[in-house]
């Protein structure tokens, strides 16, 4: 078994089966592989294959998903909201976890924004992903009051 597999196979394939999802951040493209590897007729990996690309604009690169620039939040949302229309939301982390969310009945995906996160993986990554974890859990809790 190589470490790709090994990784694929004993730590990301189990966590996606346990948790239902999964969510890599991986920067460095060092596991994109393995993740497109999950993709199955009922798990898929959205698009990024073939949909994500980078263009030089004025000097700067230029992310794009289908052709629309995602180079910023509401971007970035827009191009969900075009897709799934009302059933698709986003907020603030912070107002999730701490306000009393008014989620509509139509919502399949809720996207939870954290500037915070962001930033915090871009200064101290090796500090940050720890975090994850306890973030997961508050929305959780918050999902299983509901």
């Known amino acids: 078994m190589t470490i790709a597999e090994f990784i694929r196979e004993s730590v990301l394939r189990p966590r996606l089966k346990q948790a239902g999802a999964l969510v890599v951040y991986d920067a460095d493209k060092r596991y994109r ?23 030089l604009q004025n ?22 909201s075009k897709k799934y229309g009302d059933r698709f939301e986003e907020m603030p982390l912070n107002d999730f976890v701490r306000g009393n969310p008014k989620i509509a009945d139509t ?40």
């Open 33 to 55: 592989e393995q993740c497109f590897d999950l993709a199955t007729d009922k798990m898929r990996v959205p698009g990024a294959r073939t949909g994500l690309t980078l263009s």
């Open 59 to 80: 000097d700067s690169l230029v992310p794009k998903l289908a052709g629309a620039p995602v180079s910023n939040v509401a971007q970035r949302m827009g191009v969900l």
């Open 107 to 146: 919502v399949d995906l809720l996207v939870l924004r954290s500037t915070e996160i962001d930033s915090q993986l871009e200064n101290n990554p090796e500090t940050t992903l720890g975090l994850i974890p306890g973030t997961l859990k508050l929305i959780h809790g918050w999902a299983a009051y509901r």
